[in-house]
């Protein structure tokens, strides 16, 4: 089972060469970000938890889910420690 998380947003997904949102069709990503702001600012996410965090919990609560293999563009999501 795959579990995606789009948790990055979508200042420059259009214009950032080899980003893999950028040989998807436009309305889907910006469908799949308005999804996860969405889901952002409801009461889904706990307070004070960062939404990566949240992301990589809600994809291994899942039975089917063994291992979540996280992914980022740069260091900084790996040293959110809050």
Do not use: F, N, Y
Request: charged letters at 15%; proline letters at 7%; glycine letters at 8%.
């Amino acid at each position: 089972m795959a579990c995606s998380a789009g948790t990055t947003g979508p200042a420059d997904w259009v214009t950032t060469s080899g980003d893999w949102r950028s040989s998807q069709d436009a309305a889907d990503v910006e469908a799949r970000l308005a999804e996860v702001e969405r889901i952002a600012s409801a009461t889904e996410v706990p307070s004070g938890v960062p939404l990566g965090r949240w992301a990589l919990a809600w994809c291994l609560q899942h039975p089917a889910v063994s291992a979540v293999i996280p992914g980022s563009k740069t260091a900084h999501p790996l040293t959110v420690t809050h």
